[in-house]
Structures are given as C-alpha cells and as structure tokens.
C-alpha cells in the first residue's frame, strides 16, 4: 500500500496481483484430496510417480506390490543421472472412475495426458488400487493401460 497525501492509503496493482495470485494458489491446494482418504493417497502416489518423477518420493504412499514395483523401477534408473536438463515429460491426469471394493478397498481409474517435447502427446489410464491398513489408506497396486 502507498500512503497518499491526504493520510489515506491506496492499493497498488502489485499488491493486487500479488494477493490474487496467493489466493489462487491457496484455493489449488485446498482442492488437493487429503492423503490420508483413499483418493487423497491415490492422488498423492500419482503426483509424485507420474507428475514429479519421484519415485522415492512415492514409496511412502505404497505396499506390498506397488511398493515392490517401486522399488524395482528406482533400481532400473540407478545410476542414471537426472537433473535440470534432463528432458521430462509433462505430465496431468484427470479423475474418471471410482470402483469401491469392500470397505478397505477402492480402485481408481484415471487418464493421464503425458507431452514430451519434440515428441507426439499421449494419453494412457492408469488403474489405482488402495487398500486401507493400521497406518492408514495406501497404494497396493497400479497398472498403466494403453488408450
């Protein structure tokens, strides 16, 4: 805020561009499923294998053979170096279809878009089961399905 001559204050255009921005921001998380729901643990599993490319980052939102499966892709990219110039894709994913189970367990379908540069964009779905245990709601297993 500016202080005008009169001992009035006045907004600026930053400062409004820079509240607008905040509250988006803040909205966009907000929207974010919580990890410890079934979709939230899903959704975070996604985010990180899929969207971000971390896979240790992943690990925490798995069990049993998701878990395993993570595990071996981290072993296949030791060794590989990635960093700023390493050529990723980018990646989105929408929600399709929820498919509970029984009480401890839902599957979840999604579709992702993946852009790589230079390259032709593709879509695959992704089939996501979570099962919920004494720590909480995590991914058991995943499948990439072709469109």
């Given at each position: 805020?500016?202080?005008t ?17 905040f ?31 971390d ?8 069990k049993?053979?998701a ?12 060794g590989?170096t ?23 367990m ?20 992704w089939?996501v089961t979570?099962?919920?245990d004494?720590e ?8 990439e399905?072709g469109e």
């Amino acid at each position: 805020m500016v202080t005008t001559g009169f001992g009035r204050y006045k907004v600026t255009a930053t400062t409004t561009r820079g509240a607008a921005l905040f509250a988006i921001l803040s909205l966009l998380s907000a929207c974010r499923p919580d990890p410890s729901t079934p979709r939230g643990a899903a959704e975070h599993f996604l985010d990180a294998h899929y969207v971000r490319i971390d896979l240790h980052a992943a690990l925490p939102y798995t069990k049993d053979l998701a878990r395993h499966k993570v595990e071996q892709e981290i072993g296949l990219t030791q060794g590989q170096t990635i960093d700023e110039t390493t050529r990723k894709p980018s990646v989105h994913y929408t929600f399709l279809e929820e498919h509970p189970v029984n009480a401890d367990m839902v599957n979840y379908l999604y579709r992702g878009s993946v852009v790589v540069e230079d390259a032709d964009r593709f879509e695959r779905r992704w089939l996501v089961t979570v099962r919920r245990d004494d720590e909480g709601w995590r991914v058991t297993n995943y499948q990439e399905l072709g469109e």
